[in-house]
Nanobody, 134 residues
């Protein structure tokens, strides 16, 4: 059974930084891709950044390019999201998801395709709240 645990959320002022962590268990990490998504109240769950644990290839939403960096530590079965220059519009609950590379829906990682994003992936963490004040 896939288990994902997010941590690292919090409250910061605009321009600040946070580093989120996603720890995965129950999977062969090298065979999976991991994605960070976020959901603000009243909005669809949208992709933020994704990474292949196999070759390190990444995909980012346009709204976070140049500000967020996704990385993985395969030895620790963990993926990180470094968020710099945070903006109030980044406020949301951030979730990580994982799926086998052959099944991973990379189309969602751009953030522009959000239809039934929650149903497109089988496993999600419990989420971590990020609040950015102006």
């Amino acid at each position: 059974e896939v288990q994902l645990v997010e941590s690292g959320g919090g409250s910061v002022q605009a321009g600040g930084s946070l580093r989120l962590s996603c720890s995965a268990s129950g999977i062969t990490f090298d065979d999976y891709a991991i994605g960070w998504f976020r959901q603000a109240p009243g909005k669809e769950r949208e992709g933020v950044a994704c990474i292949s644990s196999s070759d390190g290839s990444t995909s980012y939403a346009y709204s976070v390019k140049g500000r967020f960096t996704i990385s993985s530590d395969n030895a620790k079965n963990s993926v990180y999201l470094q968020m710099d220059n945070l903006k109030p519009e980044d406020t949301a609950v951030y979730y990580c998801t994982a799926d086998r590379l052959s099944n991973f829906r990379w189309v969602y990682c751009s953030g522009s395709y959000v239809y039934r994003a929650r149903q497109a992936f089988g496993s999600w963490g419990q989420g971590t709240q990020v609040t950015v004040s102006s």
